[in-house]
């Protein structure tokens, strides 16, 4: 099976930050990998598919980039609605479409 | 408008079984593969598994093959998670997902609102 190991597990930061979070696979997995939010109570919504693709409806701040193994989600000014817990997921080893373990964003 | 709606919170006791459902609209609900996803109090996503209503192919991720069963009802654009047996270990909230897929990767674009599950003695 192919793990996803987010890093960090937590994060602090202030409105107006820039903030990347990292995402390692176990094996190579080309471009396949998603990004998602999800805020306490709700379901997760999509923000990056294909390592860098934004989804329709996501502020342009939200980024993502990397191939292979490593890959990064990058918020380039944080805003008050970010602060939320982030998933990376891969989508090469169907249907084993694993998650990372998440990322809590909260407020410094 | 693409929806996904589940059904309600359920609470059981331990050893019963449950099916919970997650309702399909506005598109195709045979042409997407659709997926559900648990989250255990407190804790992260975990893929479970995924089903092509179209003819029903599905498939397991280790982790629960043997532990529940998905299905569907393409007459109803409905899937279905069921339990034969359930534990204390099943409380969490269930999601369903439809799978989308552009040229170059697939995700999970729409999700259902999640249906929580509490067994307890």
């Known amino acids: 099976d192919i793990q996803m190991t987010q890093s960090p597990s937590s994060l602090s930061a202030s409105v107006g930050d820039r903030v990347t979070i990292t995402c390692r696979a176990s094996?190579?997995?080309?471009?396949?990998l998603n990004w998602y939010q999800q805020k306490p109570g709700k379901a997760p919504k999509l923000l990056i598919y294909?390592?860098?693709s934004l989804q329709s409806g996501v502020p342009s701040r939200f980024s993502g980039s990397g191939s292979g193994t490593d890959f990064t989600l990058t918020i380039s000014s944080l805003q008050p609605e970010d602060f939320a817990t982030y998933y990376c997921?891969?989508?090469?080893?169907?249907?084993?479409?694993?998650f990372g373990q998440g990322t809590k964003l909260e407020i410094k | 408008e693409v929806q996904l709606v589940q059904s309600g919170a359920e609470v059981k006791k331990p050893g019963e079984s449950l099916k919970i459902s997650c309702k399909g609209s506005?598109?195709?609900?045979?042409?997407?593969?659709i997926g559900w996803v648990r989250q255990m109090p407190g804790k992260g996503l975990e893929w479970m598994g995924i089903?092509?209503?179209?003819?029903?192919?599905?498939r397991y991720s280790p982790s629960f093959q043997g532990q529940v069963t998905i299905s569907a009802d393409k007459s109803i654009s409905t899937a279905y998670l069921q339990w034969s047996s359930l534990k204390a270990s099943d409380t969490a909230m269930y999601y369903c997902?439809?799978?989308?897929?552009?040229?170059?990767?697939?995700?999970?674009?729409?999700w259902g609102q999640g249906t929580l599950v509490t067994v307890s003695s």
């Open positions: 997902a439809r799978r989308d897929c552009s040229s170059t990767s697939c995700y999970m674009g729409y």
């Open positions: 506005g598109y195709s609900f045979t042409s997407y593969w």
């Open positions: 089903i092509y209503p179209g003819d029903s192919d599905t």
């Open positions: 094996q190579s997995i080309s471009s396949y």
């Open positions: 294909a390592a860098s």
């Open positions: 997921q891969q989508s090469y080893s169907t249907p084993r479409n694993s």
